[in-house]
């Protein structure tokens, strides 16, 4: 399928063995954002054969993708200028290994409902890295005073929650999976600038934005990641309602 974006996600180094692997297993889907097609798609094939190699399996993977991704909300609760750049390093590990997941898939042919099942669980466990914006805003303005160890407590209970209501939804949609397309993706798909407004209010550009933020408050000693946190929970609750009017459109 020919991409807005181009054909493949190659580089300039990528072999003829590259090339093969990655048609067999980058092909472009709607739900492509410019962040994993133009930097984490690049590289992650190459990491996609050493595990090949390895012999993990797409599962392990994808679980191991899970960890990561709640780790980055973790850190993001620390709320120092450090723990913020952990924090991208881990989000873009998971959403890394979340690509390479479905490419060993593809490439071994070992795709399953099993791993559409944990591919659910990993756009859960976006919704604790969400509200760990609100309580690392809090932290920040001294609205709330908690232990290193409190914070984990209260980030393992918020994820149990999550996960307690949506492990039976996500086997759900599981069994009932279809391949309509989200609305909200249809309308990115149609214009470059929807593409990158889609990339900026996501959390690939929430974590790229937060730290040429962290860099700019070390050398300007500016106050701008509290702002932008709360600016962005905004932003989010106006899209939930532009997404949940859109796709009642639809029925």
Do not use: H
Not at 21 to 40: C, N
Not at 76 to 99: H, K, W
């Amino acid at each position: 399928m020919q991409s807005q974006y181009g054909k493949l996600p190659t580089t300039f180094f990528d072999t003829k063995k590259i090339i093969e692997y990655r048609e067999k297993s980058q092909t472009y889907s709607a739900k492509e954002d410019l962040w994993s097609w133009f930097v984490l798609r690049r590289i992650s094939i190459y990491l996609t054969i050493v595990l090949i190699k390895l012999r993990f399996t797409p599962n392990a993977v994808s679980w191991l993708s899970l960890v990561g991704m709640l780790s980055s909300g973790f850190l993001m609760m620390i709320s120092t200028p450090l723990a913020f750049v952990l924090a991208f390093f881990a989000y873009n590990l998971g959403y890394l290994l979340d690509c390479v997941d479905g490419e060993i898939a593809r490439i071994t042919k070992n795709t399953s409902k099993k791993g559409y099942f944990i591919d659910l669980l990993i756009q859960a466990a976006q919704l604790p890295i969400f509200l760990s914006f609100l309580l690392s805003f809090l932290i920040m303005t001294e609205r709330l005073a908690v232990t290193t160890s409190e914070l984990l407590m209260v980030y393992l209970l918020i994820v149990a929650i999550i996960l307690s209501l949506l492990v039976p939804l996500s086997f759900q949609l599981t069994k009932i999976k279809e391949n309509e397309q989200d609305p909200v993706n249809r309308i990115r798909s149609k214009s470059i600038l929807f593409t990158f407004v889609g990339f900026f209010l996501g959390l690939p550009g929430f974590f790229a934005t937060l730290l040429v933020l962290v860099i700019v408050e070390s050398l300007f000693s500016w106050t701008i990641v509290p702002a932008y946190m709360i600016l962005f929970l905004l932003i989010l609750t106006a899209k939930m309602v532009a997404r949940l009017f859109l796709t009642l459109k639809t029925y």
